[in-house]
């Protein structure tokens, strides 16, 4: 039997992690009544149309009025303001959390305007697609996937122990993390492949001896998945690493000392150092899956679950 963990929740920003927690929430029957609200007018007409939030509001601040949780859906970049601008009608005991994929820069934008008696609980959901907007969630988003919690000092346990359970109840693992530490793991598993993603697809652009019809009609599995990546939200990935520059510099900087070392490799025709280094690496795909953190199906197990 579900038990209602939040009488009322309060989505700012309605994209693909949003209109997935919307999802998950009321399957799992945790939430009662949900706002939402979205910059955009043409989200907000597109979430009432399809029946995203059980009411959008045309202002932040009034869809968090009396919102026991609200949850922060938007650029890193826009955190700060969105937090001054909703700081008055915060009631006293909410619990305020984002999804963003950086965590020292959302604490520093977000916590100085927060009113005294409301809880910050930072968050981060390791699950979403390429794909954005209201229409693109689904509730399984979240099923075996992982969510750092991210307290800061100060952080009232019951409100970081409730929001673990809202979590949980809509299929996450969770885990607790402080931020630096989150901004160093991401930078590794996130936000320098994003960039390298990125990057190859440019250096495709910008070879002309290949012509574009050749590119997309060639596209081998390496190719193709550089490119589902690189489809993700621009302005997400912009503000990401903006604001976890010191994280990913330090992984770039270690990625390239490894991109020399095997241009050596290949140079020289040091087979063996190729050999060694992708049977080290072939074991972490490996682990990958063993964890249940994809699946060695061809498609990735994503053929039929991404919209």
Not at 22 to 30: D, E, L, N, S, Y
Not at 106 to 135: N, R
């Amino acid at each position: 039997m579900s038990t209602v963990l939040y009488n009322r929740v309060a989505l700012i920003g309605l994209g693909h992690i949003a209109s997935s927690m919307f999802w998950a929430m009321k399957r799992a029957g945790v939430a009662g009544e949900v706002t939402g609200f979205a910059r955009s007018k043409a989200t907000r007409d597109t979430a009432r149309r399809i029946g995203l939030c059980d009411h959008v509001y045309d202002s932040a601040a009034e869809a968090v009025e009396g919102a026991d949780l609200v949850v922060l859906c938007v650029p890193v970049g826009v955190m700060g303001q969105l937090a001054q601008d909703i700081a008055p009608m915060l009631k006293p005991g909410a619990t305020v959390t984002d999804v963003g994929s950086v965590k020292q820069a959302v604490i520093d934008a977000i916590q100085p305007h927060l009113p005294e008696g409301v809880h910050f609980v930072p968050g981060h959901p390791l699950a979403g697609t390429e794909h954005s907007g209201p229409e693109s969630g689904f509730a399984e988003l979240f099923e075996n996937r992982w969510c750092l919690l991210v307290p800061v000092e100060g952080s009232d346990p019951a409100a970081v122990s409730q929001l673990q359970a809202l979590w949980s109840a809509i299929g996450a693992n969770v885990g607790i993390m402080d931020a630096d530490h989150h901004d160093l793991v991401l930078a590794v598993t996130s936000h320098a492949p994003h960039l390298i993603a990125y990057t190859m697809v440019g250096v495709a652009d910008d070879l002309r001896r290949v012509t574009d019809t050749e590119v997309v009609k060639y596209s081998a599995a390496g190719f193709r998945d550089f490119t589902r990546i690189a489809a993700s939200d621009p302005t997400m990935w912009r503000d990401v690493f903006l604001n976890n520059k010191e994280a990913t510099l330090e992984i770039l900087g270690r990625f390239t000392e490894e991109l020399f070392a095997l241009q050596r490799a290949i140079r020289t025709g040091d087979g063996d150092h190729l050999f060694d280094y992708f049977t080290r690496t072939r074991a972490i795909r490996r682990g990958i899956i063993e964890a249940g953190q994809d699946t060695d199906a061809a498609d990735f197990g994503r053929g039929k679950t991404l919209k």
